[in-house]
């Protein structure tokens, strides 16, 4: 990850990403049933 950004933005990413990553992976697990 890089560094330079200010850590807000950075944790704001890391949160959207993680979001987006976990709705995907629930939705998987309930699709895959």
Do not use: E
Request: no cysteine; glycine share 4%.
């Amino acid at each position: 990850m890089a560094t330079h950004i200010s850590g807000r933005a950075t944790v704001a990413v890391d949160a959207y990403v993680f979001r987006r990553a976990y709705i995907k992976l629930q939705m998987y697990r309930y699709y895959s049933k």
